[in-house]
């Protein structure tokens, strides 16, 4: 039987991930960064996926990553950037209404309930979004992250049509993230970002990205494609959700950032939610 857990663990992975990914732009550039987490997910999911075996689902695999992870993620990251984790999070999080719009185009069925949860994520996200930055989030930074969100919303129905295509799970994973690194690294070199590295980067700095990037790109992501697999995307995408709360609650308790009251009243109607689609 399926357990919540599988996919709530993703959420507490990236619910911590976006506020270092914040620390680590003060000195990376935004797409080498995004490149070098994708690259080091590939390389130590390689030598599983060689072991199981390409087979079904990769084409859609390898869009889902080109869409979602390279300009998915980099959206995403422009959007940290611009207003900090704890507003970039919620406002990205509008992909969980998108995803349930779309979820039948993939062969998903989406109960009435996840409708209204999907519903109370969204006033959720609604209140999340009024704190941060003195209550005035900046306008770029909100559609850099709305973009993501609909972005995110292609690549993650493409997931669903990958694994009902038979495709395994780890290799999905790693043909997402492959696929992100090879657009990335093209994108580095057409923009001759390659000069951005900056100087006196050290193994300890190197490892640390390495240690978010991986629970985040490898753990992180094969439990989430392995609960698509077994529950479809709708359910799992508000499973998710609670990622938006937990950034709020983190970053706060990290001493990263200061989210407002209205921000932990969000984040309690997002709970709501996904106790409601978990019951029903």
Not at 10 to 38: E, G, H
Not at 45 to 63: E, H, K, N, Q
Not at 77 to 104: D, K
Request: with cysteine; proline share 4%.
């Amino acid at each position: 039987m399926f357990s919540p857990a599988v996919a709530l663990i993703p959420a507490v992975i990236w619910a911590f991930s976006p506020i270092y990914y914040r620390v680590f732009m003060k000195r990376f550039d935004f797409l080498l960064l995004n490149l070098l987490r994708t690259s080091m997910a590939s390389l130590v999911l390689l030598v599983p996926a060689l072991v199981i075996g390409f087979g079904s689902g990769v084409l859609y695999a390898l869009l889902s990553g080109a869409i979602s992870l390279a300009c998915g993620d980099t959206l995403f990251l422009l959007s940290v950037r611009e207003m900090g984790a704890s507003v970039a999070a919620p406002v990205v999080y509008t992909y969980v209404l998108f995803v349930q719009l779309t979820a039948t185009t993939v062969g998903g069925v989406v109960p009435a309930f996840n409708y209204v949860a999907a519903a109370m994520v969204i006033a959720g996200i609604f209140l999340l979004s009024r704190g941060g930055n003195g209550g005035m989030p900046k306008t770029r930074g909100i559609v850099y992250g709305l973009a993501a969100a609909l972005v995110w919303t292609v690549g993650q129905d493409l997931i669903q049509a990958a694994t009902n295509a038979g495709g395994s799970v780890l290799v999905v994973t790693f043909c997402r993230n492959a696929a992100a690194a090879v657009a990335l690294g093209c994108a580095v070199l057409v923009t001759r970002r390659t000069r951005l590295w900056p100087s006196g980067v050290t193994r300890r700095e190197v490892g640390f990205i390495a240690l978010i990037a991986l629970t985040d790109l490898a753990v992180g992501s094969l439990l989430f494609v392995y609960s698509v697999s077994l529950v479809g995307i709708a359910l799992t995408v508000i499973l998710t959700s609670l990622s938006p709360f937990l950034t709020q609650l983190f970053s706060k308790l990290l001493g990263k950032e200061s989210p407002a009251a209205t921000e932990f009243a969000g984040g309690a109607v997002i709970v709501a939610a996904l106790v409601l689609a978990v019951i029903h």
